[in-house]
């Protein structure tokens, strides 16, 4: 009977593992935001606090895309502002995420070890380009994704339970803004 149950076990043992695999799998932000929802649960801490979390998940997650797709941008730009615009976000945004590791670290949080599946397309696709299509698709999506990390930012200043976080988004806000106003002043100069 032990012999049968065991080899019962090992026939399931691979549907059970594949009936477990998520995106988590492929998905580096929604590991995190599964970490982070977990480990608040277990601690019996409140909802507002997953929501915070998944909030800074979010944004670590645009600011990591931010400096992937400057760093591309770096290499294959052929617009000199596209560069300089590229050049000027990794610094900004290196300080701004540094930050948020910080306090990710102290609240005990887990941030995302890579780019999300969406977010990892959309820089393949801007990958495949070049020239000025490139520089295009480029200022497109500093532009989208800077809006983005503003909205989750202005979410995170207005109704984060933690109060800790609400003058980090308050510091990030000011430093997206002004990345936000070169992103619309680089669309402006590389329209055909």
């Known amino acids: 009977m032990l012999f049968s149950r ?12 594949a ?5 988590s799998n492929n998905d580096p932000v929604f590991e995190a935001k599964l970490q982070n929802e977990k480990r608040i649960t277990e601690q019996n801490i409140t909802k507002r606090q997953i929501k915070d979390a998944e909030l800074v998940v979010e944004t670590a997650s645009n600011q990591m895309e931010l400096l992937e797709i400057s760093q591309i941008a770096q290499r294959k730009a052929v617009s000199p502002d596209a560069k300089y615009v590229a050049q000027n976000v990794i610094n900004q945004v290196s300080a701004l995420l540094s ?3 910080v306090l990710a670290k102290q609240k005990n949080l887990v941030l995302p070890t ?7 397309q959309q820089v393949g696709e801007m ?3 070049n020239g000025a299509a490139f520089d295009q698709k480029f200022a497109d999506a500093l532009t989208r994704t800077i809006e983005q990390d503003m909205d989750i930012n202005e979410d995170l200043q207005t109704e984060s339970y933690d109060a800790d976080l609400r003058p980090l988004a308050t510091r990030q806000l000011a430093v ?6 070169a992103a619309d002043d680089l669309k402006a100069k590389l329209k055909p």
């Open 6 to 17: 065991a080899a019962c076990l090992l026939l399931l043992l691979p549907a059970l593992v």
């Open 19 to 23: 009936c477990s695999g998520s995106a």
């Open 127 to 129: 990958t495949a380009l």
């Open 99 to 101: 930050e948020l590791k």
């Open 114 to 120: 890579g780019l999300s599946e969406s977010q990892a």
């Open 176 to 181: 997206l803004q002004d990345l936000k106003r």
